[in-house]
């Protein structure tokens, strides 16, 4: 059975103060009745400030992104070593926002995943389509384009990775796919998997991502194909995030 996981993604946001607080918060109410892994992915600047944090916690710190380039002269651009040296456990590739407002392609973003293997990091890689995408009926084509990049190269390790669905129309938003819909997504996605490798998909971790609240999760995380959730919004909020968690 696959272990339960839960992460929070900060995006753009937090103080140092925050930081503090909210951890400190969540580690608080960890106990033995939340039996799910259970990550943060902050803002770069706030990586070393959580990792001191939660050194004594099961919560695991992440990033949001990560360069496909291991060094040189790439102004602004973090490695995956340079994370790894930071304590980092999980690294977001490919967030919608990464995709659209960044224009990262899927070839950048397979990069993005070897880089962060190869530094012993484990890359959440993010899919999902536009509203656009949604209403013309091209989920299918859309998630099977994306996860069929990372299928396509032989060097990706499919057991030290975890995928998210992201329906970029449900983030932020408010709205949220049904437990139904999004059930069917992540068995197409599963099922895409188990075509290259049947154990990888057993074992595969798949997240959903979309405006997920505290009144929601219990039905999402009911459905047998997902697996937790990359919580946005509610991630900022000690108490929701700890009642997911506690769902999860």
Same mark, same amino acid.
Request: glycine share 8%; with cysteine; aromatic share 6%.
């Given at each position: ?24 918060? +969540? ?46 002269? $790439? ?10 040296e930071l304590g980092c456990?999980?690294? /977001? ?16 973003? +397979? ?9 012993? /990091? ?13 209403k013309s009926g091209l ?21 030290? /990775?975890?995928?998210? $669905? ?5 983030? @932020?938003? @408010? ?16 099922s895409l998997i188990r ?8 074992? /595969?971790?798949?997240?959903?991502? @979309? ?16 697996? @937790? ?20």
């Amino acid at each position: 059975m696959r272990q339960p996981l839960v992460i929070g993604n900060w995006k753009m946001n937090g103080s140092l103060s925050l930081t503090s607080e909210l951890l400190s918060k +969540i580690d608080k109410a960890i106990d033995d009745k939340i039996a799910c892994d259970i990550g943060v992915c902050v803002p770069f600047v706030y990586i070393d400030r959580a990792n001191e944090l939660v050194k004594k916690s099961a919560i695991k710190v992440g990033a949001q992104t990560v360069s496909e380039y291991s060094s040189g002269a $790439y102004t602004g651009e973090i490695s995956a070593q340079m994370l790894a040296e930071l304590g980092c456990h999980w690294v /977001l590739v490919g967030h919608s926002e990464r995709r659209t407002l960044f224009n990262e392609s899927n070839a950048v973003l +397979i990069d993005k995943v070897l880089a962060a293997q190869g530094a012993d /990091l484990l890359p959440v890689y993010c899919v999902g389509e536009t509203e656009a995408d949604y209403k013309s009926g091209l989920t299918v084509d859309v998630i099977k384009d994306q996860i069929g990049a990372l299928l396509s190269d032989p060097s990706i390790d499919l057991n030290r /990775l975890v995928i998210a $669905y992201e329906p970029v129309w449900a983030i @932020g938003t @408010g709205l949220t796919a049904s437990p139904e819909e999004a059930q069917k997504v992540h068995a197409f996605i599963r099922s895409l998997i188990r075509e290259k490798n049947a154990e990888s998909a057993k074992q /595969l971790k798949i997240l959903y991502g @979309g405006s997920v609240k505290p009144d929601n999760a219990s039905l999402l995380f009911k459905q047998q194909d997902i697996d @937790g959730g990359l919580i946005g919004g509610a991630s900022l909020d000690a108490d929701a995030f700890i009642s997911i968690c506690q769902k999860a």
